[in-house]
Structure formats: structure tokens, C-alpha cells
């Protein structure tokens, strides 16, 4: 396997970055979790958009231009010669001293992983997850914006570990206010009533490309679809609830907090939606 880092390709075994990289010292860059479906990069625009303004927001600066970042995804993919993959794209503020600032930080490190794609268990989608509130809270909007998908991911970890803790594989991550936002890196959907939910982007989860392309396509096939701030009540009582994300795709979610959702298996309007999604998604991709 072979990894972009810095310019190069390197084995995966070489692959090493320097302690004094402001990335591992302080979480300090951005990153993109991709999906590659038969050879084509899924919304790839969209990841990269994403990226950008990612790292705007943190003021980091990528050398590389977006067609650039494309070419080097590209030749990432045809180097390990990989049709259906998970590729990780990250971009940290590089080799510095021990000081915060990011002025000693001359260039950012960019990285390109491209892996065989770790597929979630079948049962996953035959049963349905359980999950369960945990007690770690979304960050403030007003602190680091929730959009920025930087590489600082603690409150995520925490959330993925109260989740094993209680004995489940996901979690409900609530913001500060006690409003649902998302899973540990997922985004959450419930249909309830009829009407298929998702939280805003001011209620503070990450706008998740896939939760994107579920709400135009959900919109598409005649859902009414709402962006609509939501509580832990709306999702114990809903018909339906989901969850989305590039390497999840879409995931039922039967069991919450103990409470069976519909009537414990799966819905059939998500199960309708994994399948729409399954079949859009190699149109959506670019070469
Ligand atoms: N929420 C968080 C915190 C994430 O890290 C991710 C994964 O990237 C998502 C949601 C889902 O977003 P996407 O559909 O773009 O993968």
C-alpha cells in the first residue's frame, strides 16, 4: 500500500510523520473521510469544498489547488490500483516548534490514505444499531464552528467510547442545549409523523455530505423533508430513525436509550432510501 505524504508516494511501512508536526502536537489541521465506488470518487467537489473551507476557517492555507488535490486523490487510487475504496485526505499545519503558533509551522503536511474499504458488518444493516445519550455534548458553534472538520476529534472519541462503555456501537450526541446534533460521526434522521427530520447546521453537527444527498434525494422521491431542531422524546417516538455518513452509507437505528424504535427492525423507508442511495451513488462520482 502506498501513501501520499509531502509530495511523495511512500510504502505504508515508511509512512511516518514528525513529532513535531502540529497535527499530532496539537490536533491542528483539517481532514476528509472519502468514498471511491467503483472507480469513481463520490462528491468529490463537495469533500473538497468542505476541506477548503475547513481549512479557511482555521486559517490554514493549502498550497495545493482544488484540481491539484484532485490529481493527487487520482494518482493515490491508481497507485494502490483500487476501485472501491475509503480515502482519508489529510491536511495539518505541519512541522513547527513546541509553541502553539502556527507561525513556526512553514509548510502544512498534506496526506492521502487510500485502503481497501472496511465495509460495516452485514448484520448492521439486516438488525439495526442501538444507541444509547451519552453525556459528552457537540462543541458550541460559537466556539469552533462544528463545520470545521478538523482533526481535533476528542469530543467524537469520547462519544465512540460512552458508546462501547454501554455496551452499543454508536451514540446520541446532544448539543449544549440538549437539542439532538449527531452520532459520534454520523449525522442522525428520524421520520416522524410522516415527516423525515434531520437537525440544522446551527444545532451544531457536521454538514455531512451523505445527510446532503439523502435530503435532495429523499425531496426528490416525495418525502417531506424538514431541517428541524428535534429532542430525545421525537426520537423515542418516531416511526423511523437512521443514521448517515460516507462509511455508513445509511444505517437503521432500532434501539434508543433502551426505547424500540417502530417495531425494532429496520423501517422500510430507510431500507427504501439505503437503496436509492446504493443506486445513485455511482452516477454521483467522478472519474
Ligand atoms: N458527523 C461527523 C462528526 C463526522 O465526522 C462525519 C463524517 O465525516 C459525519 C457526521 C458524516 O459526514 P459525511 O456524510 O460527510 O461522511
Known amino acids: 500500500q502506498w501513501i501520499f505524504l509531502d509530495g511523495e508516494f511512500v510504502k505504508k511501512e515508511d509512512a511516518k510523520i514528525s513529532v513535531y508536526d502540529h497535527g499530532f502536537l496539537y490536533g491542528d489541521g483539517v481532514f476528509e473521510g472519502i468514498r471511491v465506488y467503483n472507480g469513481n470518487i463520490y462528491k468529490l467537489d463537495e469533500h473538497l469544498l468542505r476541506l477548503y473551507h475547513s481549512a479557511k476557517s482555521i486559517m490554514l492555507d493549502i498550497p495545493q489547488s482544488k484540481e491539484d488535490m484532485t490529481e493527487i486523490i487520482r494518482q493515490t487510487l491508481q497507485k494502490n490500483k483500487l476501485e472501491d475504496a475509503y480515502i482519508r485526505l489529510v491536511v495539518s499545519r505541519g512541522v513547527g516548534n513546541l509553541g502553539l503558533d502556527p507561525a513556526s509551522c512553514a509548510n502544512p503536511s498534506i496526506i492521502v490514505i487510500a485502503e481497501e474499504l472496511a465495509i460495516y458488518p452485514k448484520e448492521f444493516y439486516e438488525h439495526g444499531l442501538e444507541i444509547v445519550t451519552v453525556a459528552t455534548r457537540r462543541n458550541r458553534p460559537d466556539v469552533l464552528s462544528p463545520k470545521v472538520k478538523s482533526l481535533n476529534y476528542l469530543n467524537n472519541i469520547l462519544v465512540k467510547m460512552e458508546a462501547s462503555l454501554a455496551g452499543v456501537s454508536e451514540a446520541l450526541m446532544l448539543n449544549d442545549q440538549g437539542y439532538v446534533a449527531e452520532g459520534s460521526a454520523d449525522n442522525i434522521f428520524i421520520i416522524r409523523n410522516g415527516v423525515l427530520m434531520t437537525p440544522p447546521g446551527y444545532i451544531g453537527a457536521l454538514e455531512g455530505i451523505t445527510r446532503q444527498a439523502i435530503l435532495e434525494m429523499a425531496e426528490d422521491m416525495g418525502?417531506?423533508?424538514?431541517?428541524?431542531?428535534?429532542?430525545?422524546?421525537?426520537?423515542?417516538?418516531?416511526?423511523?430513525?437512521?443514521?448517515?455518513?460516507?462509511?455508513?452509507?445509511?444505517?437503521?437505528?432500532?434501539?434508543?436509550?433502551?426505547?424500540?424504535?417502530?417495531n425494532g427492525q429496520p423501517g422500510e423507508e430507510t431500507n427504501r432510501l439505503l437503496r436509492a442511495f446504493r443506486q445513485k451513488v455511482v452516477e454521483d462520482g467522478v472519474k
Do not use: N, Q
Not at 417531506?224 to 437505528?253: K, M, N, P, Q, S
Open 223 to 262: 418525502y417531506d423533508v424538514r431541517e428541524e431542531a428535534f429532542t430525545r422524546h421525537d426520537v423515542y417516538t418516531a416511526e423511523e430513525v437512521f443514521l448517515t455518513g460516507t462509511a455508513a452509507e445509511v444505517i437503521a437505528v432500532v434501539k434508543v436509550d433502551g426505547r424500540v424504535i417502530g
